[in-house]
């Protein structure tokens, strides 16, 4: 009887292990994201920041200034904040489930509210999956 419960209970995980898929590499995806974000961001893309963004999005700025997901979107769409050329570089992404991390360093041109001026950060971006899509939760940026 108990080599019968054994193996039972070996069948039974050995079918879990077999019945379970390996999870997908998300990270293309991600980068992708973040890319679409960068281009958004550029193109000051309304329809693409909010697809792109959580509804409780908070964005950290380097000065210490912390945006919703309605400020954020603003600030870009008005030039108030407006970046001229964005370059990311040294990025690295880390998925645990639905959510993932990515690092990376910006260096980029601004003009805001029609001021030139220059951007070299080093970013943290949180990331969820949500209904198959990767949207940015959270971001926070030092200058470096």
């Not at 963004?53 to 919703?68: M, V």
């Not at 951007?119 to 899509?133: E, I, R, T, Y």
């Amino acid at each position: 009887m108990k080599t019968l419960k054994c193996l039972i209970l070996l069948l039974f995980v050995a079918g879990n292990l077999l019945a379970t898929e390996p999870p997908k590499n998300e990270k293309p995806a991600l980068e992708q994201a973040v890319e679409k974000l960068r281009k958004a961001i550029l193109d000051a893309d309304k329809t693409a920041l909010d697809a792109l963004t959580t509804e409780q999005l908070t964005y950290g700025h380097s000065n210490g200034l912390i945006e919703d997901k309605a400020v954020f979107i603003k600030a870009l769409v008005t030039g108030e904040s407006d970046f001229t050329s964005i370059d990311l570089t040294e990025q690295t992404v880390t998925v645990v489930d639905n959510t993932a991390w990515v690092r990376h360093k910006l260096a980029g041109n601004t003009n805001n509210k029609g001021v030139a001026g220059t951007a070299k950060l080093a970013v943290l971006m949180v990331w969820v999956k949500q209904k198959g899509d990767w949207k940015l939760l959270a971001r926070q940026a030092v200058k470096i």
